[in-house]
């Protein structure tokens, strides 16, 4: 835990002091520490493809109030010293680790605590960082107003130096507004009901990720794209500062292992590209999920170093071409699950870190390389365990709840949709890009407008990744082009995806005629099976797609033809199976909800890696 360095620095000087007594207290020190350590939520740093080594965790007990009829604010609630209830951050107060568990509407919440700014970050910008706050986000620092931020699931930064002086304790106050019916906000997977149903589930308001603190230099990085390129050996760096200082320097080193591969130093400005030459690079792929370790260090004009960055970047490509999804410019079959990211104890946050470790290491057990990250956006952590793992993922942004039609709507979801793409951009195991899905209820107009805007933002943001724009159809514009199909029969799937010539491919939405037209692009079936396993006494409240199925073999027997229905359709490129465990009332999942097993993993196993990752017979499929 990073926030403790301060104690044993404290505890090393004493010992030079008082000698044995010294020896002591830091001995007792080091025992709360552990305890602390232990104890605390999520502790973890959580930016690991970002990391400073000065930290400090703000997770754990926070003093809160709702506040319903939203008058606060008059009631001086900026400058609270506290409030009656205590929640365990960073989890929802919808999730019982919060130690809350209030599941109705929460149209506005308080936060409160006091906040310890350490005295060694004098001369430093103090940043404070919030991984994600649904949804609007109001700061104040003893009483004044600092800053709003507006998104359902993306990270940001406030700078708070001018509001907390180092060697002071400051009172910090948090005042969260979600207004999920509005049709303004995206939502995802959070019902609109006082209660879940369908496929719809518990909310989540307020804080429900890692809050936390660092010290920067006024010209420290502030972030990075690192991008690979396999085709002529080398990676590109471009650097962004918070203030460019040309006398002052940019160093990048590469190392595998403790092997220094390549290095490179340029002046601390935003246009100073580093491009670093790797030789006999080593590809990243979910059978070898090789990473590089990479060092940023940036000095002023005296060589002083005034800021380090550790990160790693994986060697890897993807491209879309003739139909087909590249991995490292070999043909490759995406074997996707659909992961909602639901938690029965944490509702959007993982009670762990090891959890989100685990979701990874099940899915992969059973034959998936990969998962389309539904209806929410992930954390980082979750990204760094893909990347480690080796697991491709599609980034996608919680877009359910959203009216399309509406030009507020519109611009709430691009903005957030920018940080999301900056944030996640430099993750190996992110391929896809799809941040809308399902949009049903599209018109002609103002969808149209933002779909284009959503694709052009995107690509400019990042040009190395194909764009799925709607995941289930209603394209506008597109790289992959992604239908969503539950029918259980081989025989209609089979034909529902063969390709015939003259004919239209299979639409969710053909009456539409405003929508794209298909102009080859890679197909896929990114949503499919959901073959409910329900115990009897539970089917009058759960639901899975099509009718129960009553015998384990009929099960197996069921999913193996729809595996050969795909194998019969060689324009389908890459499937999405829905999905990886339970969620509350859909029990559609390989695993439940509590991720305890319901199926033979090597059977299951089996059965999805009949379609090999690497297409070896490009005519073949």
Not at 21 to 50: D, H, K, N
Not at 517 to 531: A, K
Not at 587 to 612: Q, S, V
């Amino acid at each position: 835990m990073q926030s403790l360095r301060f104690i044993d620095r404290e505890s090393v000087g004493q010992l030079s002091i008082f000698g044995m007594r010294g020896i002591a207290i830091c001995l007792l020190l080091a025992i709360v520490s552990l305890t602390y350590a232990e104890t605390m939520p999520r502790p973890e740093y959580p930016r690991p493809q970002f990391e400073r080594s000065e930290w400090v965790n703000l997770n754990g007990t926070w003093n809160y109030s709702f506040d319903f009829s939203n008058t606060g604010e008059q009631k001086g609630w900026t400058n609270a010293q506290g409030f009656d209830g205590k929640i365990l951050v960073p989890f929802c107060p919808e999730s019982s680790l919060s130690g809350v568990g209030f599941t109705d509407f929460i149209p506005c919440i308080w936060y409160q605590r006091q906040v310890a700014i350490p005295a060694e970050w004098q001369g430093q910008r103090i940043l404070l960082h919030f991984g994600a706050v649904d949804y609007e986000a109001s700061v104040y620092i003893d009483g004044r107003f600092v800053q709003t931020h507006f998104g359902t699931g993306s990270s940001f930064e406030i700078d708070i130096t001018s509001f907390a002086r180092p060697g002071t304790t400051v009172n910090l106050v948090l005042r969260v507004r979600d207004d999920l019916r509005s049709g303004r906000q995206p939502g995802g997977k959070q019902s609109e009901r006082l209660q879940s149903y369908g496929c719809m589930y518990t909310r989540t308001t307020g804080i429900w990720q890692t809050v936390w603190m660092e010290p920067v230099s006024p010209q420290a990085l502030k972030t990075v794209f690192a991008i690979p390129d396999i085709d002529q050996w080398q990676l590109v760096i471009r650097p962004e500062f918070y203030h460019e200082n040309h006398e002052g320097t940019l160093t990048v080193e590469l190392f595998d292992g403790k092997r220094l591969v390549a290095k490179s130093s340029v002046p601390a400005c935003n246009g100073s590209n580093v491009v670093l030459p790797v030789k006999k690079q080593k590809l990243w792929s979910p059978d070898n999920p090789f990473l590089y370790d990479l060092s940023y260090t940036v000095r002023d004009k005296n060589g002083k170093v005034i800021d380090q960055v550790r990160s790693y970047v994986g060697m890897r490509k993807v491209h879309t071409q003739n139909g087909y999804f590249y991995l490292n410019n070999q043909p490759y079959f995406q074997r996707l699950v659909l992961d909602q990211g639901f938690y029965p104890d944490g509702i959007w946050t993982a009670p762990s870190d090891e959890s989100l470790r685990r979701d990874i290491e099940l899915s992969k057990a059973v034959g998936f390389n990969g998962a389309r990250l539904h209806q929410k956006a992930f954390e980082e952590r979750y990204y760094y365990w893909a990347d480690r793992l080796g697991y491709l993922t599609w980034g996608e942004q919680a877009s359910w709840g959203l009216d399309v039609n509406n030009d507020v709507a519109a611009r709430n979801f691009i903005s957030e949709w920018v940080e999301l793409l900056v944030r996640d951009r430099n993750h190996p195991s992110i391929v896809t890009w799809t941040p809308f899905n399902e949009t049903w209820n599209c018109r002609e107009g103002v969808y149209q407008r933002m779909m284009r805007d959503v694709y052009d933002v995107t690509k400019a943001i990042d040009p190395t990744r194909p764009i799925n724009d709607a995941s289930g159809d209603a394209h506008v514009k597109t790289d992959i082009w992604s239908v969503h199909d539950y029918e259980r029969n081989p025989d209609k799937l089979v034909k529902n995806h063969t390709f015939v010539d003259g004919m239209p491919v299979y639409r969710n939405q053909p009456d539409k005629k405003f929508l794209a037209v298909y102009e080859g692009q890679p197909y896929m079936l990114d949503e499919f099976g959901g073959l409910p396993w329900i115990p009897e006494e539970e089917r009058a409240t759960s639901w899975g797609y099509g009718s129960n199925i009553d015998s384990m073999e009929d099960f197996y027997g069921i999913l193996e033809r729809e595996i050969d229905a795909i194998i019969a359709c060689p324009r389908i490129t890459g499937f999405c199976y829905t999905q990886i465990t339970d969620v509350e009332q859909e029990k559609n999942g390989i695993y439940r909800y509590d991720r305890k097993p319901k199926f033979d993993a090597e059977r299951l196993r089996a059965i999805f890696t009949k379609i090999p990752s690497v297409i070896q017979n490009v005519s073949k499929w």
